[in-house]
């Protein structure tokens, strides 16, 4: 089955702490992963993906296939970082023609 | 470039009526994907156009249903309405072959 599990709904972390957010996926195959963000009364926008390897924001993020993980992180939370999260994938098959599987989200709440 | 636009922001239904709901993609974009929100989920899959074809669907009953036309913007139709139906409906754009979707505001459905 494909699935993507978010084990936290609400992640509540001080400014200038480290930041965790987890995402655990089932795919059989190759995926792609995606991390997007909505920030307070904005769209749904994507914040990176495996592919790029790139850091947006400070956010990096690996993608673990032997342990199916692909966690967000950044070394310093900032108040502006406060959102909802959502981790993604994307599927390259005959039966999936790139549609997102998301997981339900993680609330980070980054306190003064 | 506005980017993704759905309309209306919000609409209001009773049980048994039918509702449509309009997306316009980004600019460039020639696949469009609809997913359906409810409130504390993350986004599911309903239904992607390409080439004015549903090319890939999810787990959603045939009430839903929808439309791509040559200028590749979207409708979703939804007939004899639950309550469950409720939910934010979110409208994603992107290039054939490229696995980046960029998404809508929405259209917040209340189905009374």
């Known amino acids: 089955a494909q699935r993507v599990t978010q084990p936290e709904k609400l992640l509540s972390v001080f400014k200038g702490a480290p930041v965790e957010l987890k995402c655990n996926y089932s795919y059989s195959g190759s995926p792609e992963l995606f991390w997007y963000v909505q920030y307070s009364r904005q769209r749904l926008q994507l914040l990176l993906r495996?592919?790029s390897r790139e850091s947006i924001k400070g956010f990096t993020a690996d993608l673990n296939k032997g342990e199916t993980s692909f966690h967000l992180k950044k070394p310093f939370a900032q108040e502006e970082d406060s959102a909802m999260y959502y981790c993604a994938l994307s599927g390259k098959s005959s039966s999936n023609t790139g549609k997102l599987i998301f997981g339900q989200g993680t609330t980070l709440q980054v306190k003064p | 470039d506005a980017g993704v636009t759905q309309s209306p922001t919000h609409l209001i239904k009773t049980r048994g009526q039918q509702v449509t709901l309009r997306c316009s993609p980004k600019?460039?974009?020639?696949?469009v994907s609809w997913y359906q929100q409810a409130l504390g989920q993350g986004p599911q899959f309903i239904f992607q156009y390409y080439e004015e074809e549903e090319r890939q669907r999810g787990n959603f009953p045939d009430r839903f249903s929808g439309h791509q036309f040559p200028n590749y913007s979207s409708e979703l139709n939804v007939n004899a309405l639950w309550l469950g139906d409720s939910a934010l409906y979110l409208c994603a754009s992107s290039r054939q072959g490229v696995e980046t979707q960029y998404f809508g505001p929405g259209t917040r459905l209340l189905v009374l």
């Open positions: 600019s460039g974009h020639d696949t």
């Open positions: 495996h592919i």
